[in-house]
């Protein structure tokens, strides 16, 4: 991964898409501090087999979405986010092969009382990997400022829908 | 005994293997070690459970060899596509907080920045998004992501802190997720839905995101000074300049650098086409208002406009099509050159447009804006008039027969204006059976407190109107009025209480103007075409409109004014039936026929008129 070329502060958008057809979509959305992309990077589709569901048992998720797509699209951009957010709960362990901060992030129930270590932004729910701790302070002081302009939930729509337009294309 | 003894053995080697359930289910087990070949039907012993039968397993102890199978590691890593995208700059000033005070009475609601509106943060499941799709014209996969992946417009707005003299109406920011995207464009939005507000808006963010840096606004001379009043409303941080004055001091304007956005009239353009040139000046942006004026393919105007270098073309016109296909396959011209043309049935046009334009109609997309009450006034002549009337028509169908085959379009169309006068005022006595009338409505008008609008063909019409009405206060605005004068008419009207009633010309008073706090709109007489009146009444009957909009057309019974009607009526739908790709009609206007039949006289086989 590069180093951040221009200094301006930008952000990760990290997701799965998952096709009965084609297998698992990887897409990674870079956008600067008001929601404008900067980058976007998408995986061919991966496919597991039977077997390997077998073989990797409940390691699968965590690897397939964390090592091998999450992993791989972090290595592609050439800007460096400030944060990663993911609305797939499989994609928190790339935090294994980032240093980035990385967290997942979904709507609030308003009745569920959010578990310890996720903390709760507007209408937004953070949370930090398990052993991620001391990403707490960064992000909340960096999401601070994008959800200001940016509802941290929908660049996930665009990364689905940009997916979907390239299988299209 | 010995049955007995053989029905416990049986039993014990049951339990061996089965193992059996409180409810009789049985559990085969230890059947790697034994051979086993049950049969439990005859057991009766209340003690054995019946269970179900047994199916026969054999397995095999004979050495098999195994097939090893290769199970490959998920460690292969996936093929990634890139994009990357232009990074957006942000040339301009940060939002600047315009006083309220400098907003239009009509509008006068405290500026708002989205997001205050949308409910920031608190209701991203119910919140509208405003998405820009990618154009149909756009092939390559980058440049289509590129849109796909650009924030909702709410987002976008929201976070660039933009403010606005009010909140777009959901359709208005459709309209500019459809113009922002596009290269070329019309808005044909009907009459008073904002397409100026739009253009500003979009074009706007364009200047913002650094996607525009030269942006030229091209309209009627008398529409310069409401432009240049709506980019101030829409977006005051953008420095405007208006082209005009001599040649010299044009010459500096059309050169000022870091002006983003100039105004210039249509007269203008073509004036100064070679300076143009010249200059070699060109532009991120053009845009067309009351695009129709290049509906002539072969006027100046046309060829000045089409000449312009520039990388984005719109238009804006509420009537893309006023008489003809060929209206819209000319405004192609310049949005869009050759991708329509002449020889395509309105279908097979209609279906190569829908991509280039957007149009709505108030009834679809503003079901709260007030209605629009329509009454025609059918009014009786004065005995003096219908004297006039009746000998003016007689003496000039016996000229027109006279004529015979020699006789012209021109011939009827002068008898035409000559009644339609007399039917307005009388011209010996000046009796005028429509202006008893008008006066009676403004009265009315006058005591609720509303405002009026008065539109008439002719500037002496308008001249007389305002010697019989200056009890209201009437005041004239059309085309032979400098431009200072028509605003400061304007202004009187809007601001001045003792003004209730303002004489327009359909030239000049049925196009771009904002005069959405008059409720009562009068056609004093009829203009050729239903589209010129149709935007005539949009000057109060639009968005900001504080109520109902009534009105009022005179027609005078039994007169051409009547046969005119007739004639409107059948070339109303023509536009629709174009946008909505229907099948040609089989009346497409005011033809010769048509105008002969007036006076039902043979057509002597000339072109339309």
């Known amino acids: 991964m590069e180093q951040q070329t ?17 297998g698992v979509f990887g897409g990674y959305l870079v956008v600067d501090a008001i929601g404008r992309p900067i980058e976007f990077h998408c995986t061919a589709p991966v496919k597991v087999s039977r077997a390997q569901q077998i073989l990797y048992g409940a390691s699968l998720p965590g690897h397939l979405h964390g090592q091998q797509i999450g992993a791989a699209l972090l290595a592609e951009g050439s800007v460096t986010p400030i944060v990663v957010l993911t609305d797939h709960n499989a994609m928190l362990s790339v935090r294994q092969h980032t240093p980035l901060p990385v967290a997942l992030v979904g709507l609030r129930s308003e009745a569920a009382e959010p578990p310890p270590g996720v903390f709760a932004m507007g209408d937004v729910y953070v949370c930090p990997p398990a052993g991620s701790a001391d990403d707490t302070d960064a992000l909340r002081q960096h999401l601070d400022h994008l959800r200001v302009a940016v509802d941290l939930t929908e660049p996930f729509e665009r990364i689905r829908a940009a997916i979907e337009e390239a299988q299209r294309h | 005994m010995r049955r007995l003894r053989k029905r416990s053995a049986t039993k014990a080697l049951l339990q061996k293997a089965v193992m059996l359930d409180p409810r009789g289910n049985a ?3 230890s059947l790697s070690a034994v051979d086993l070949q049950l049969t439990t039907r005859g057991i009766t012993s209340q003690r054995v459970p019946r269970i179900a039968p047994v199916q026969a397993v054999r397995l095999p102890l004979d050495r098999v060899r195994p097939t090893v199978l290769r199970v490959p590691l998920l460690d292969a890593r996936p093929r990634v596509v890139s994009h990357r995208f232009p990074r957006p700059t942000d040339p301009l000033l940060p939002p600047v907080t315009r006083p309220v005070e400098q907003q239009q009475p009509s509008d006068a609601v405290e500026n708002c920045v989205m997001g205050d509106i949308a409910d920031s943060h608190g209701a991203s499941q119910s919140r509208r998004r405003t998405r820009i799709a990618p154009p149909g014209d756009v092939v390559k996969l980058s440049e289509r992501l590129f849109f796909v992946l650009q924030p909702d417009l709410e987002t976008t707005l929201q976070a ?13 920011l459709d309209g500019m997720a459809f113009l922002m995207p596009r290269h070329g464009a019309i808005l044909a939005d009907e009459m008073g839905l904002g397409k100026s507000m739009q253009a500003i808006s979009s074009l706007r963010l364009l200047v913002r995101s650094g996607q525009a840096r030269r942006v030229l606004v091209v309209c009627p001379k008398g529409l310069v000074s409401n432009w240049a009043r709506e980019l101030a409303d829409w977006a005051p941080e953008l420095v405007v300049a208006v082209i005009e004055g001599d040649p010299l001091r044009r010459r500096w304007q059309w050169t000022l650098p ?33 695009a129709q004026r290049i509906k002539n393919r072969s006027s100046n105007t046309h060829q000045a406009v ?8 719109w238009a804006l016109t509420g009537t893309p099509v006023e008489n003809s296909a060929e209206d819209l396959v000319a405004l192609f011209d310049f949005i869009a050159p050759g991708h329509v043309n002449d020889r395509m049935t309105p279908k097979a046009l209609g ?29 009786e002549l004065t005995p003096e008039q219908r004297d006039t009337y009746r000998r ?29 006068q007399i039917c307005n005022f009388d011209p010996p006595t000046g009796e005028s059976a429509k202006l008893d009338c008008l006066t009676a409505e403004l009265e009315e008008v006058q005591a609720s407190g509303k405002k009026a609008l008065v539109f008439s063909q002719w500037v002496e019409t308008l001249g007389r109107l305002e010697g019989k009405l200056a009890r209201f206060g009437a005041l004239q605005y059309h085309g032979g009025m400098s431009t200072v004068a028509r605003d400061e008419a304007i202004h009187r009207f809007k601001h001045d209480r003792q003004h209730s009633v303002l004489l327009l010309s359909y030239g000049a008073g049925a196009v771009g103007l904002n005069l959405q706090f008059s409720q009562y709109v009068f056609l004093f007489d009829r203009w050729w075409n239903p589209a010129i009146e149709d935007q005539a009444i949009n000057r109060a009957h639009r968005i900001g409109a504080a109520g109902a909009v009534t009105v009022t057309r005179f027609l005078s019974a039994d007169t051409i004014e009547e046969r005119i009607d007739e004639v409107l009526r059948r070339k109303r739908d023509l536009s629709e039936l174009i946008l909505s790709q229907a099948e040609a009609p089989a009346a497409r206007g005011l033809t010769a026929a048509d105008l002969f039949s007036l006076f039902r006289l043979p057509a002597p086989g000339r072109a339309a008129a």
Do not use: C, W
């Not at chain 2, 003016?392 to 009644?419: C, D, H, M, P």
């Open chain 2, 27 to 29: 559990t085969v087990r």
């Open chain 1, 6 to 22: 221009q200094g301006a502060t930008v952000f990760g958008f990290l997701t799965a898409l998952d096709s009965p057809t084609h």
């Open chain 2, 306 to 313: 089409g000449g312009l270098q520039r990388g984005r073309s």
């Open chain 2, 258 to 290: 870091d002006v983003p956005v100039k105004v210039a009239n249509y007269e203008a353009v073509v004036r100064d086409r070679e300076m143009i040139e010249e200059l070699g000046l060109s532009f991120d942006l053009v845009v067309l208002d009351e």
């Open chain 2, 160 to 172: 660039s802190q933009l403010e606005f003299p009010r909140e777009p109406f959901p359709f208005q």
């Open chain 2, 392 to 420: 003016a028509e007689e003496e000039g169908v016996l000229r027109l027969s006279a004529l015979g085959k020699e006789a012209t379009i021109q011939n009827v169309f002068e008898l035409v204006l000559r009644l339609k």
């Open chain 2, 351 to 379: 279906a190569a447009a829908a991509d280039y334009v957007l149009r709505r109609t108030k009834d679809k997309v503003l079901t709260e804006m007030p209605p629009r009450m329509n009454r025609d006034e059918r009014i």
